[in-house]
């Protein structure tokens, strides 16, 4: 991948192509925002035959072959299980001492550096300290606190940060051709890996089962009425597990955007457009400062999701608390 097309993370792109690659680095950052890919790019880079100006070419034999993932002088360990052991790092420590084959450096790509096992990883901490000359070591890791701190300590650490909504959507775009790009970007939690993987049928459905919810709810139900749609199934099962709430919450989140660009008169902004007319109808029964609560009570269930609350409770604690701020809503009382 060229490196003026890589999205998101540009600062530490310009420093790390315009800059010498140190001798071991560690990319660490969400998972999904292209660290494999640059650390890939990069290696590249180092060897392109033509490439000018901090960028590569595409078309030298070097380009050409790492395109293809068969590049003799880069090499990417991944695990096998889950983990990467000491064979492999042997391998590892035994190649690096070789003279590039064809390019200008060898570069040695380690990926979810986490899951090397504690022999692989005291195998290579003298590697990394004094790697030859015309090696480098790039050690990937969205979870580094679970590396040893001595493996951390030998690394210059480069951190990724998530993609900001803005620029998952014009990956989309560039990349995809469908419907509800918005919808992708909106909840893809800064990650284009998970912006391409989302199921957009599924979620759609689960988004609507949310809007109808709210809509009840705002529409003076009981808690148990609430309870009770709660409780049908597969809502129910989902709202057992973390992800699942953690998902229903994003999707909470948006409708209660919407709602909010409503209010300010912003409706280009919305995300989900194509329920405009209820979330409209659903507008003019709130005030802004509800929404507003809404919002912070959405975040607040996301926090405790975070910090082990039990999820269901999460969920249900959510209504309870934005019930309490909709009473102020003219003669929106209702009892608990
Ligand atoms: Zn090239």
Redesign the pocket.
């Known amino acids: 991948m060229r490196l003026r097309d890589f999205v998101g993370n540009q600062r530490l792109v310009e420093i790390l192509r315009r800059g010498r690659l140190p001798g071991a680095s560690l990319f660490t950052g969400p998972e999904g925002v292209g660290k494999k890919t640059l650390a890939l790019s990069l290696a590249a880079l180092a060897n392109?035959?033509?490439?000018a100006k901090n960028e590569?070419?595409?078309?030298?034999s070097?380009?050409v072959k790492e395109a293809a993932g068969h590049h003799p002088d880069i090499r990417l360990f991944q695990p096998h299980k889950n983990l990467i052991k000491i064979d492999t790092m042997r391998e590892l420590n035994r190649e690096v001492q070789f003279r590039p084959f064809e390019g200008r450096l060898r570069c040695f790509i380690i990926d979810q550096a986490e899951t090397m096992t504690e022999e692989a990883a005291n195998c290579i901490l003298k590697t990394l300290e004094e790697p030859p000359e015309t090696s480098r070591i790039i050690l990937i890791s969205s979870f580094p606190h679970r590396l040893l701190p001595t493996i951390r300590s030998r690394c210059q650490a480069f951190p990724f940060h998530p993609l900001g909504r803005e620029e998952i959507l014009r990956y989309l775009e560039d990349h995809l051709t469908e419907d509800h790009p918005e919808m992708r970007a909106s909840l893809a939690e800064g990650s284009i890996a998970i912006a391409l993987s989302l199921d957009l049928e599924e979620t759609l459905e689960q988004r609507d089962r949310m809007l109808e919810l709210l809509t009840s709810w705002c529409g003076q139900e009981s808690f148990e009425a609430l309870y009770k749609q709660c409780e049908q199934l597969p809502l129910r099962s989902e709202l057992k597990t973390r992800e699942g709430v953690r998902r229903y919450l994003n999707l909470l989140q948006r409708i209660g955007e919407d709602l909010y660009f409503l209010q300010v008169d912003t409706p280009e902004r919305i995300v989900n457009q194509d329920r405009l007319d209820d979330l409209q109808k659903l507008s003019e029964g709130v005030e802004l400062n509800w929404v507003r609560d809404f919002l912070y009570h959405v975040d607040r269930a996301r926090w405790d999701i975070d910090h082990y609350v039990n999820p269901l409770m999460c969920f249900e604690t959510l209504w309870l608390m934005s019930s309490r701020e909709t009473s102020n809503v003219g003669n929106r009382h209702r009892q608990v």
């Not at 392109?48 to 490439?51: F, R």
């Not at 590569?56 to 030298?60: A, F, H, V």
């Open positions: 392109c035959k033509e490439g590569l070419c595409g078309r030298c070097s380009c």
